[in-house]
Nanobody, 110 residues
């Protein structure tokens, strides 16, 4: 299983970013995928998840600002982040929970 995140960077408060997670090594369309973020010294926070059938869940902290989506033809899951806040600064991981995680992509809002 391979999960490779991309698209992180630095953005000003109120700005937008889209992070992507390209996957390989499993039948992507059959599995739920999640985005999880980590700030040093704090617990990991589940940000959003999307099921194989398209059911979506968001953390309250990002609801109405973030959108998770998937492209089964490209084996890729996305996280569109709008109206970013400084508290969204974190390392964002794509995960095929619980066992498989990407290397993370840093998002910095400042």
């Amino acid at each position: 299983v391979q999960l490779v995140e991309s698209g992180g960077g630095q953005v000003q408060p109120g700005g937008s970013l889209r992070v992507s997670c390209a996957t390989a090594g499993f039948t992507f369309k059959n599995y739920a995928m999640a985005w999880i973020r980590q700030v040093p010294g704090k617990e990991r926070e589940g940000v959003a998840a999307i099921g194989s059938g398209g059911r979506i869940m968001y953390a309250d902290s990002v609801r109405e600002r973030f959108t998770i989506s998937r492209d089964n033809a490209k084996n890729t899951v996305y996280l569109q982040m709008n109206s970013l806040k400084s508290e969204d600064t974190a390392l964002y991981y794509c995960a095929l929970t619980p066992a498989y995680w990407g290397q993370g992509t840093q998002v910095t809002v400042s």
